[in-house]
T-cell receptor
Framework: DVKVTQSSRYLVKRTGEKVFLECVQD?????MFWYRQDPGLGLRLIYF???????EKGDIPEGYSVSREKKERFSLILESASTNQTSMYLC?????????????FGDGTRLSIL | QKEVEQNSGPLSVPEGAIASLNCTYS??????FFWYRQYSGKSPELIMS????GDKEDGRFTAQLNKASQYVSLLIRDSQPSDSATYLC??????????????FGKGTHLIIQP
């Protein structure tokens, strides 16, 4: 089974802080994704990565950056956290580019910005 | 803007009946289609995937795809109370997330009444 692990289930931070959300997958998947999920808005793609040190913007990248220094790890960074970034954050991985295989999700990090 | 539309519900179905969940999508070049189930406070888990027109069955679940009508559905036979959840339709195509980014509907909340 694919295992996608997010470092924290719950996180509380203050406005203006730099926040790191970590995600690790153990199946040597090429692709990794960060989504956020908000009531009434559904799941929205923030950033994704096809390979180490490669990143692409998703639909809502503003206020976020990412880092992928190793294949198994994909980090989401909130450079200066704001209250509108309070959300559920979900990491996902996919075996290879342009495949019909599904994305596998981690358990999510519920982030509160005070 | 690529869109995936679902009726938000709630959809209430008696135990043992067939639950029918529907989804339409706007991007004609969409490649792959997925149904995820999400329990409250949990991350999405894959239920079904479908890539070709027609029906695909897996146990109590049947996915149906009609690319000409840009329509995908999920049927759940012999509905159980444990099927009560939010069902997310996801489409892989050439969204802002690139060829592998998923565009999600906002989900249909299904309630199975004992």
């Amino acid at each position: 089974d694919v295992k996608v692990t997010q470092s924290s289930r719950y996180l509380v931070k203050r406005t203006g802080e730099k926040v790191f959300l970590e995600c690790v997958q153990d199946m040597d998947h090429e692709n990794m994704f960060w989504y956020r999920q908000d009531p009434g808005l559904g799941l929205r793609l923030i950033y994704f990565s096809y390979d180490v040190k490669m990143k692409e913007k998703g639909d809502i990248p503003e206020g976020y950056s990412v880092s992928r220094e190793k294949k198994e790890r994909f980090s989401l960074i909130l450079e200066s956290a704001s209250t509108n970034q309070t959300s559920m954050y979900l990491c996902a991985s996919l075996r290879q580019t342009n495949s019909n295989q599904p994305q596998h999700f981690g358990d999510g990090t519920r982030l509160s910005i005070l | 803007q690529k869109e995936v539309e679902q009726n938000s519900g709630p959809l209430s179905v008696p135990e043992g009946a067939i639950a029918s969940l529907n989804c339409t999508y706007s991007d004609r070049v969409s490649q792959s289609f997925f149904w995820y189930r999400q329990y409250s406070g949990k991350s999405p888990e894959l239920i079904m995937s479908i890539y070709s027109n027609g029906d695909k069955e897996d146990g109590r679940f049947t996915a149906q795809l009609n690319k000409a009508s840009q329509y995908v559905s999920l049927l759940i036979r012999d509905s159980q109370p444990s099927d009560s959840a939010t069902y997310l339709c996801a489409v892989r195509g050439y969204s802002g997330g690139g060829a592998d980014g998923l565009t999600f509907g906002k989900g249909t909340h299904l309630i199975i009444q004992p």
